[in-house]
Every structure is written in C-alpha cells, then in structure tokens.
C-alpha cells in the first residue's frame, strides 16, 4: 500500500486503465473510506451510483464523449441525497422544512458528495489505482443522466469518478505555488504582486504544455480556463435542479 503522502503528491488523473477488474477487497475499503468521510452534522447527505456494467459505461461514453467512461471498471457517480432523510421523515410522520429550496442544502450535498469521492481518490490512489474525476457527466444533459439513473427528488450528480488499474503514468501538472494559494490570517493585500506570481504560474503552465509526455499544445493556463468559463455560461443548473426538487429561493 502506498503511503499517504505518496498517494497525494504523486497523484495525477488517469485516463487509461487496464481490462482487469479491481479486487473486491480494495472495492470495500473504498466503500469504507467514503461511508467515513466527514459530513456536515454527520447528516451524510450523499450517495454514490456503483457502476460496472458495460453496456451502461458504452452509454455514458457516447453521452460524453470521454473514453476513461468506458474503459474503466468501475465508475462511481457521486450524488446530493436528501432522498434518504425525507423518506424516512415522512416514515416516522416528522414535517420535513422545505430545506431543498435553499443554497445551504444545495452547498451542503455538494460538499459532502465531493470530500466522499476524495475520500475514494485517496483510497483507490493508495492501493495503486488511477482515477479521474469527471464533470462533464453533470453538465452533458442533466435530465436524460437523472433519467437513465433512475434519480429520485431530492438527488442530483455532482461528479463522476472512474477508476481501474492504471494503463499509463501521466506527468504532475504544475500547480498554483504557495504563495497564490495560501494567506496568512486575512486575504493577501498585495494585489499586484499576486498577479505577477499568477503570470509567471501561466507561463510554467505554457511550457509545460509545449513538452509533457502524450499530447502536447500552446494553451496558456488562464485563457484555458476562461474558454471553459464562456462555454459553461451556457449551462442551465437551476433548471436542472428544479427539475430534482429543489426549488432554490435563498
Ligand atoms: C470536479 C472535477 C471535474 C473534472 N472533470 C473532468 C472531466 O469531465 N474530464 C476529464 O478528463 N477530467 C476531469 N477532471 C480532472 C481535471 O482535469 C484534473 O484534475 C486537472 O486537470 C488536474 O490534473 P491532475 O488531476 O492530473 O492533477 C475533473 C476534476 C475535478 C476535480
């Protein structure tokens, strides 16, 4: 088993894996690490959608485009639950608050969703599996996703995480240095000196565009990201979340 700090610092996405299957004794400690991770008020206001079949993985490719969906084993699509709690209110005969309609639930299932698939990342990273994280499963076509899962209200995707053995070692991607990351005590006042840091970061980011291993390009790191800011002002999430049962009004 690798150690934690080789689990976290050697870790890049991996996008190609092999046939073989993931043992199930490395399955159940992922499920254990992401039942423990923590949640706001230990409400645990997440699922996750276990994916191994083929022909479902072969539909959600086509959908998004995105080979690792298919080559993958398993593909575990991380949700906001408030399915679980609601059903079992309204069991015991408790008035559940329309709480869905508000920001807070919807940062809440976020949150937890999200640290729940890093709980598997870090898992799934310390017994030598690749991952990749995967958005787009969120933003492709929210409803038909909603529909092929079988989603009831109250649930929504947040993300998508495929896994297996890895088929390829990616270089580490050069990240934000310490210095834009990190404030001490209050948020950094010397603005000008933050931009220049974030230049010189855009430049590292730039070469190593122009070298790393598997695909190279000329994208500066600042106009990549914006070029997915101007597509996704596109995306109409409210929508989808009405669509789920929550109505957001503050
Ligand atoms: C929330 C989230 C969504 C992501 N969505 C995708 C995706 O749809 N497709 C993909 O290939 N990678 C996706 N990634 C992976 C990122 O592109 C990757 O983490 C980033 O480029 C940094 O590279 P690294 O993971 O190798 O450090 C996603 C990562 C996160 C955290």
Redesign the pocket.
């Known amino acids: 088993m690798k150690s934690v700090k080789e689990s976290l610092l050697e870790?890049?996405?991996v996008?190609r894996y092999e046939r073989e299957a993931i043992p199930q004794e490395t399955m159940d400690f992922i499920y254990d690490a992401i039942r423990n991770t923590p949640t706001s008020y230990n409400g645990q206001q997440f699922s996750v959608i276990d994916i191994d079949d083929q022909s479902l993985k072969e539909e959600l490719y086509m959908m998004?485009n995105?080979k690792?969906l298919k080559t993958c084993n398993r593909l575990l699509i991380f949700l906001s639950d408030y399915n679980k709690i609601t059903k079992l209110a309204e069991k015991k005969g408790f008035e559940v608050p329309p709480f869905t309609n508000t920001m807070d639930a919807v940062t809440i299932g976020i949150i937890d969703a999200?640290l729940a698939?890093m709980s598997a990342v870090v898992a799934a990273q310390s017994c030598g599996l690749g991952t990749?994280?995967?958005?787009?499963?969120?933003t492709v076509d929210p409803k038909r996703l909603a529909e092929m899962l079988k989603l009831p209200k109250g649930v929504f995707v947040v993300?998508?995480l495929a896994m297996g053995i890895p088929r390829e070692q990616?270089d580490?991607?050069p990240?934000q240095p310490a210095s834009v990351v990190f404030h001490k005590n209050c948020y950094r006042q010397d603005e000008d000196k933050m931009v220049e840091e974030m230049e010189a970061y855009d430049d590292i980011v730039k070469q190593y565009n122009q070298t790393r291993a598997g695909g190279t390009s000329t994208n500066d790191w600042c106009d990549h990201i914006l070029d997915y800011y101007r597509h996704a002002m596109e995306y109409r999430i409210l929508d989808y979340l009405r669509d789920q049962g929550y109505d957001v009004k503050r």
């Open positions: 870790r890049t996405s996008r998004t995105q690792q999200s698939m990749n994280c995967v958005g787009y499963l969120r993300c998508g990616p580490l991607k990240k």
